[in-house]
């Protein structure tokens, strides 16, 4: 839900630029909404500014290859990249694409992800996205709950930690279905449906070659010596908690497919034992089977015809045939070994 001093934009507004979703200036420990009529004038001497903008309206598209922080190369990778994670530093500029999991309406899981980019300047902090993502959410509730970054390095601080806390949630929300499939696989043999272990594996895929992305981006980063000082602190700090962030979801994501190969372990064996339990009736059933057919011919001589008992004669040959067969199945270990 937005507070009460959100600025909630009309996308009828009158005006060159209609899709800014929100928009912040930071100053002196304090947050003031900007209003989309207020969007093209510069903010005050010392202030940081923070704007979300909605990449499907071709204003927005517009508004961004503007900007003055903005170069061809920079606005070429933002506005048409090709879905890869990636970063590009032009002086104190840098301009990021990373990969964030879309807000699924109602109830549903997180699955699908989107790109997400974000410009940073000096005094300026620019993101943007085509897909409802979850990331925006995150730094909107943080700003509206008093976070104030009045200056680049927090607000980059402020963009990775959103980033860090959304793939906790899914790596949570993976770890806890792990363990109730685990449990439940042991303790009750209940198995998951497996279309759902299936993408909840390719949940937990998604989720790692996110991580290995950003952590790529990150290090980078690290590797650039023209990185400005004040950023390096906060891009340091990031890499090892994704670091760390990684190696669970890597785990999830082994998890899962141990759980996948159980379940079709499970359905394996109990193929087989539906099969064996068919074969060792087919068996039993067919030496009477053979009796019954043997007897039922319509043909001449054939014995116990006019026999007043002949019908207890056949049940006898029928039964000591059974016998027989199971004997002969208990003497080669299919009872005993189940196989």
């Known amino acids: 839900m937005l507070g009460a001093d959100t600025t909630v934009i009309d996308r009828g507004s009158p005006g060159p630029m209609t899709g800014m979703v929100w928009a912040f200036d930071f100053c002196d420990g304090k947050s003031a909404p900007v209003t989309l009529a207020d969007l093209d004038c510069p903010a005050e001497p010392g202030a940081f500014r923070w704007v979300h903008l909605d990449l499907l309206d071709p204003s927005a598209r517009r508004w961004i290859d503007d900007l003055p922080a903005v170069d061809g190369e920079i606005a070429d990778m933002l506005l048409d990249g090709d879905g890869h994670q990636h970063v590009r530093r032009v002086g104190e500029t840098l301009a990021f694409a990373v990969h964030d999991f879309e807000r699924e309406i109602g109830e549903g899981r997180t699955t699908r992800t989107g790109i997400l980019i974000f410009l940073l300047a000096p005094q300026l902090m620019v993101t943007a996205g085509r897909n409802s993502l979850l990331c925006p959410d995150v730094i909107l509730r943080r700003i509206q709950a008093g976070a104030v970054p009045a200056g680049a390095p927090a ?33 009750f043999g209940t198995m998951p449906d497996p279309r759902v272990v299936a993408d909840d594996r390719r949940r937990a895929a998604t989720l790692h070659r996110q991580l290995l992305g950003l952590r790529s981006i990150l290090l980078r980063l690290e590797l650039d010596d023209h990185l400005p000082e004040a950023i390096r602190p906060v891009v340091n700090k990031t890499a090892q908690k994704i670091a760390a962030l990684d190696g669970d979801a890597a785990e999830v994501h082994q998890n899962l497919q141990q759980v996948r190969e159980e379940i079709d372990m499970q359905t394996a064996r109990r193929t ?30 054939l014995a116990w015809v006019d026999d007043n008992v002949g019908t207890i004669w056949v049940t006898g040959v029928m039964i000591l045939a059974t016998v027989a067969a199971v004997a002969w199945l208990f003497r080669r270990g299919y009872f005993r070994n189940g196989r």
């Open 155 to 187: 607000a980059l601080d402020l963009m990775f930690s959103a980033l860090i806390e959304v793939s906790k949630t899914v790596a949570r929300d993976l770890a806890t279905i792990v363990r109730v499939a685990e449990d439940a696989l042991i303790d």
């Open 272 to 301: 087989d034992q539906n099969l064996y339990v068919l074969s060792i009736m087919n068996v039993v059933l067919l030496p009477p089977t053979l009796v019954t057919s043997f007897f039922g011919m319509n043909t001449g001589g």
